[in-house]
């Protein structure tokens, strides 16, 4: 029997491959562990760079109950989201529909979590990483906490910009000389999403990741919840209290739940 490893690097152009994945009212989850993701994109990388850096870009996504929830009145999103190469379960809800579905994803993986894991890997082969979005400065001083934590790291370069179509040449060009392997696009879903999804032949990187507001929290803008609350799977509480505007959003979180339960099982479930 194959290894995810190898499954992986069986699998060169887009998609881990539906073997190995879940559909959450019709949004691909891809089951597999932090440690399986990192292997995928280090090896993209890896790819990339063996190719003359001829192997076009592939999309990661890192999908929550609200990406769902978007995805189900969002047509363009929803295709986008079917296309990427690795959809990974952040956001403890859709871990919890993959297990009441019966085909339970490994853990929760978050853009805030990957980054870092990410930054240490670059650090050690010297792969270049870009931070693109978050207010002007965030990304600057997310780069900078990261080269201290992981010393020899390689930042090809940090720009806020913004989402807006206008603004795409000029970061084009940004990236075009910056020479990253990796990019990490903070600009909320579904922004970032269809943003990449929009550029992702013109990229000059192995792997695009839209990772929300992971550079708030990485810069020290914005305080995490505590790794108990994360543990017990109540990170998004956590954001509540520190957050309340953001309860309209956040009212996802039970009809995704409901949904799940009363319409998740049935045919592919699309409900
Ligand atoms: N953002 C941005 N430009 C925009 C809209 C959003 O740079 O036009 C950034 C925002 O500053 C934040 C991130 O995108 O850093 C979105 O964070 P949010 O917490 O809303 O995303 P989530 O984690 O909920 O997906």
Same mark, same amino acid.
């Given at each position: 029997?194959?290894?995810?490893?190898?499954? $992986?690097?069986?699998?060169? +152009?887009?998609?881990?491959?539906?073997?190995?994945?879940?559909? $959450?009212?019709?949004?691909?989850?891809?089951?597999?562990?932090?440690?399986?993701?990192?292997?995928?994109?280090?090896?993209?990388?890896?790819?990339?760079?063996?190719?003359?850096?001829?192997?076009?870009?592939?999309?990661?996504?890192? $999908?929550?109950?609200?990406?769902?929830?978007?995805?189900?009145?969002?047509?363009?999103?929803?295709?986008?989201?079917?296309?990427? /190469? &690795?959809?990974?379960?952040?956001?403890?809800?859709?871990?919890?529909?993959?297990?009441?579905?019966?085909?339970?994803?490994?853990?929760?993986?978050? +853009?805030?979590?990957?980054?870092?894991?990410?930054?240490?890997?670059?650090?050690?082969?010297?792969? *270049?990483?870009?931070?693109?979005?978050?207010?002007?400065?965030?990304?600057? @001083?997310?780069? /900078?906490?990261?080269?201290?934590?992981?010393?020899?790291?390689?930042?090809?370069?940090?720009?806020?910009?913004?989402?807006?179509?206008?603004?795409?040449?000029?970061?084009?060009?940004?990236?075009?000389?910056?020479?990253?392997? #990796?990019?990490?696009?903070?600009?909320?879903?579904?922004?970032?999403?269809?943003?990449?999804?929009?550029?992702? /032949?013109?990229?000059?990187? @192995?792997?695009?990741?839209?990772?929300?507001?992971? &550079?708030?929290?990485?810069? +020290?803008?914005?305080?995490?919840?505590?790794?108990?609350?994360?543990?017990?799977?109540?990170?998004?509480?956590?954001?509540?209290?520190?957050?309340?505007?953001?309860? *309209?959003?956040?009212?996802? &979180?039970?009809?995704?739940?409901? #949904?799940?339960?009363?319409?998740?099982?049935?045919?592919?479930?699309?409900?």
């Amino acid at each position: 029997m194959m290894s995810s490893v190898e499954q $992986v690097e069986s699998t060169p +152009g887009q998609s881990w491959g539906n073997a190995r994945s879940v559909s $959450v009212l019709g949004v691909r989850i891809d089951r597999v562990t932090q440690e399986e993701a990192l292997t995928f994109i280090e090896e993209r990388i890896r790819r990339r760079r063996a190719s003359g850096n001829r192997l076009p870009c592939c999309q990661v996504a890192t $999908v929550n109950p609200e990406f769902v929830m978007e995805a189900r009145r969002n047509p363009a999103f929803r295709r986008v989201l079917d296309e990427t /190469a &690795l959809n990974v379960p952040d956001g403890i809800g859709v871990v919890w529909a993959s297990r009441y579905l019966g085909q339970p994803a490994p853990e929760r993986i978050t +853009g805030t979590d990957l980054i870092p894991a990410l930054a240490e890997r670059c650090a050690i082969h010297g792969y *270049r990483l870009y931070l693109l979005g978050a207010a002007p400065g965030v990304a600057e @001083a997310a780069a /900078a906490r990261l080269c201290s934590r992981f010393p020899g790291l390689q930042i090809a370069g940090t720009y806020a910009g913004s989402p807006d179509p206008a603004e795409e040449e000029t970061i084009l060009e940004r990236l075009a000389a910056a020479q990253a392997d #990796l990019l990490c696009v903070a600009y909320g879903a579904p922004a970032q999403e269809l943003w990449i999804w929009r550029n992702l /032949a013109r990229l000059p990187v @192995a792997v695009a990741i839209g990772v929300g507001g992971a &550079l708030d929290f990485l810069s +020290g803008h914005k305080k995490r919840a505590p790794h108990a609350w994360q543990r017990l799977g109540l990170e998004w509480l956590y954001r509540l209290y520190r957050e309340p505007w953001r309860w *309209r959003r956040m009212l996802a &979180l039970p009809r995704f739940a409901l #949904l799940v339960i009363f319409k998740g099982r049935g045919r592919h479930s699309q409900a």
